[in-house]
């Protein structure tokens, strides 16, 4: 190896958003909107840092269909890999690591998820093209007749509206928040409409007042982010849950509106992917997969993630 190639690989391992993406792609190739995906960094800044390490000789690219993947050069000389290997053992003390590693392992499990592709493939139709009697709220009614007759637990149900819903098919359902007046606004509106199988109770997220082990399925929508401690939270959850139970949040991605907090009470500004991965796994559950399902289209762009899990049976 020359000098001037030995000084362009130290250059190249010189920032730290080119050693952020290396790191990623040491032990998988990767597009760019899967290295997007991971490290929440923007599109154009990806691709610039790529195109400075691909000069430096450390990744390679090639094409499928519309798509670039990049991965390491399978084979370096000497040097470069000497100083490659020494750049990345100084990567895992980073704080970007943990977060990048864990959402490297939701991205290549969505990869692999043909299921998860399809239904991005129709969402993207649906929103494009109108049909006759077409709407996701008829969707949502044919799918809401699909629950099967099942215990649920909506925790931070505020007035109840999802649990009004889901208790017109389920078993029973457990509607649990921290607000006196909202218990009691629910539970009139229960007893009116005559929803015998739907209990509102007073309590948190973070230890709900009801039994261990009773529950078919958990649900947390847009309720997470108000709790004190949601790692613990979940671990509430997973108490309630029947071995073999479920799981499902709908939440905010992490962002950047901070009058959120003031706006709607707000404890956290959403949660990044990998948050919620770690503290699932963290509090017992498998078969975590969790997943951006809607972007508003205006400010400030909110966007919602999907996490499911099961507690194991």
């Not at 899967?34 to 990744?59: F, K, P, Y």
């Not at 099942?150 to 149900?157: K, P």
């Given at each position: 190896?020359?000098?001037?190639?030995?000084?362009?690989?130290?250059?190249?391992?010189?920032?730290?958003?080119?050693?952020?993406?290396?790191?990623?792609?040491?032990?998988?190739?990767?597009?760019?909107?899967?290295?997007?995906?991971?490290?929440?960094?923007?599109?154009?800044?990806?691709?610039?840092?790529?195109?400075?390490?691909?000069?430096?000789?450390?990744?390679?690219?090639?094409?499928?269909?519309?798509?670039?993947?990049?991965?390491?050069?399978?084979?370096?000389?000497?040097?470069?890999?000497?100083?490659?290997?020494?750049?990345?053992?100084?990567?895992?003390?980073?704080?970007?690591?943990?977060?990048?590693?864990?959402?490297?392992?939701?991205?290549?499990?969505?990869?692999?998820?043909?299921?998860?592709?399809?239904?991005?493939?129709?969402?993207?139709?649906?929103?494009?093209?109108?049909g006759p009697g077409r709407s996701w709220q008829?969707?949502?009614?044919?799918?809401?007749?699909?629950?099967?007759?099942?215990?649920?637990?909506?925790?931070?149900?505020?007035?109840?509206?999802?649990?009004?819903?889901?208790?017109?098919?389920?078993?029973?359902?457990?509607?649990?928040?921290?607000?006196?007046?909202?218990?009691?606004?629910?539970?009139?509106?229960?007893?009116?409409?005559?929803?015998?199988?739907?209990?509102?109770?007073?309590?948190?997220?973070?230890?709900?007042?009801?039994?261990?082990?009773?529950?078919?399925?958990?649900?947390?929508?847009?309720?997470?982010?108000?709790?004190?401690?949601?790692?613990?939270?979940?671990?509430?959850?997973?108490?309630?849950?029947?071995?073999?139970?479920?799981?499902?949040?709908?939440?905010?991605?992490?962002?950047?509106?901070?009058?959120?907090?003031?706006?709607?009470?707000?404890?956290?500004?959403?949660?990044?992917?990998?948050?919620?991965?770690?503290?699932?796994?963290?509090?017992?559950?498998?078969?975590?997969?969790?997943?951006?399902?809607?972007?508003?289209?205006?400010?400030?762009?909110?966007?919602?993630?999907?996490?499911?899990?099961?507690?194991?049976?």
């Amino acid at each position: 190896m020359i000098m001037s190639d030995t000084l362009r690989v130290l250059r190249a391992l010189s920032d730290p958003t080119r050693l952020r993406l290396l790191a990623v792609l040491e032990t998988e190739e990767l597009s760019v909107n899967e290295l997007q995906e991971i490290t929440r960094m923007g599109q154009s800044r990806i691709s610039t840092q790529l195109g400075q390490i691909q000069e430096a000789g450390l990744v390679r690219s090639r094409r499928e269909g519309k798509r670039t993947f990049y991965a390491l050069v399978p084979e370096m000389t000497p040097t470069a890999k000497e100083l490659l290997t020494a750049a990345l053992k100084g990567t895992k003390v980073m704080e970007f690591y943990l977060g990048d590693r864990t959402n490297l392992k939701r991205v290549v499990a969505k990869r692999n998820d043909l299921a998860q592709v399809y239904f991005d493939q129709v969402a993207g139709r649906f929103d494009r093209s109108y049909g006759p009697g077409r709407s996701w709220q008829a969707f949502g009614q044919l799918l809401l007749r699909m629950i099967p007759p099942i215990v649920i637990a909506d925790l931070g149900s505020g007035e109840g509206l999802l649990s009004e819903l889901l208790a017109r098919k389920a078993k029973k359902v457990i509607a649990v928040d921290n607000s006196d007046k909202m218990v009691e606004f629910g539970s009139k509106k229960a007893r009116g409409n005559g929803l015998k199988n739907l209990e509102f109770r007073l309590g948190d997220l973070e230890n709900p007042p009801i039994t261990q082990e009773s529950v078919d399925l958990v649900i947390l929508s847009q309720a997470l982010h108000h709790a004190v401690n949601p790692a613990e939270a979940l671990k509430g959850a997973y108490r309630i849950l029947k071995p073999g139970a479920q799981i499902m949040i709908l939440d905010l991605l992490a962002h950047q509106f901070t009058a959120a907090k003031d706006i709607y009470g707000d404890q956290w500004l959403g949660f990044a992917e990998s948050d919620l991965l770690r503290w699932l796994e963290d509090a017992g559950f498998r078969c975590v997969e969790v997943g951006i399902v809607a972007k508003e289209e205006s400010p400030p762009y909110f966007q919602t993630l999907l996490a499911t899990a099961l507690r194991p049976g």
